[in-house]
């Protein structure tokens, strides 16, 4: 493994300890850097190159046996899964919460977010897709990411149209939406989802990406990035 390094997002004199292994094309790599960012968290960032097989170096199995990014390491703490990650960063850093202080809200957040780790990116994973068009071909293939991620988005609009302000949950971006703002991004690009069915989702995800914590935490903003 070649790791590239880049400290991002400094906001204090002190050298980070944070270091988060990345892949710039990962969704659930760019949640934790919007929720870093988010949270005004310096970190170091360490290149992961899955084209090139690095998840699987014994130096990288020893963070990750899974093999998979992103890997968060705090100090002598090694925190895989994004999700697992935020709630890491969440009960370390209290500082810019990504959590609401109210029990409900906070509630929706933990619930959408889940949706998002839990019951729409893994369906669509390159790997997943790859053994559903090997096993039924292109067609079940294409079928197969659609319902999904629809069956998914679907559920986060009903879940969201009631408490939605500015952002999920109201005027300050949490973590229902470092979840779902990377989400949106790419399945819009690469699956031609028409997010018009989903108008509270379309809405948030226009103003996470005026958010200057969500540009540089951007795919083609990593030092990793391929043009």
Not at 134 to 163: N, S, T, Y
Not at 173 to 187: E, G, H, K, S
Request: with cysteine; proline share 7%; glycine share 4%.
């Amino acid at each position: 493994m070649e790791p590239q390094d880049k400290v991002q997002v400094q906001s204090s004199s002190s050298a980070p300890k944070l270091l988060l292994y990345s892949y710039w094309q990962s969704s659930c790599s760019w949640r934790v850097r919007f929720a870093l960012n988010l949270k005004g968290l310096s970190y170091e960032y360490r290149a992961v190159n899955l084209d090139k097989g690095d998840q699987f170096t014994p130096e990288f199995e020893k963070l990750n046996p899974l093999h998979y990014v992103p890997v968060l390491v705090d100090g002598d703490v090694v925190v895989s899964d994004s999700y697992a990650i935020i709630l890491h960063l969440e009960q370390n850093y209290p500082q810019n919460p990504l959590l609401p202080s109210d029990p409900q809200l906070r509630a929706i957040n933990l619930q959408a977010a889940s949706i998002v780790s839990s019951s729409i990116q893994p369906l669509h994973m390159m790997a997943v897709m790859k053994y559903v068009e090997e096993k039924f071909g292109p067609e079940e293939r294409a079928a197969w990411v659609q319902i999904h991620i629809e069956k998914g988005f679907l559920a986060l609009e009903k879940l969201l149209k009631d408490c939605a302000g500015t952002f999920s949950t109201g005027d300050t971006a949490y973590m229902a939406d470092v979840f779902l703002a990377p989400q949106i991004a790419i399945t819009a690009k690469r699956f031609n989802i028409d997010m018009s069915e989903f108008p509270t989702l379309d809405a948030i995800y226009k103003s996470c990406i005026a958010l200057p914590e969500f540009e540089v935490s951007l795919p083609e903003k990593q030092p990793d990035a391929v043009p």
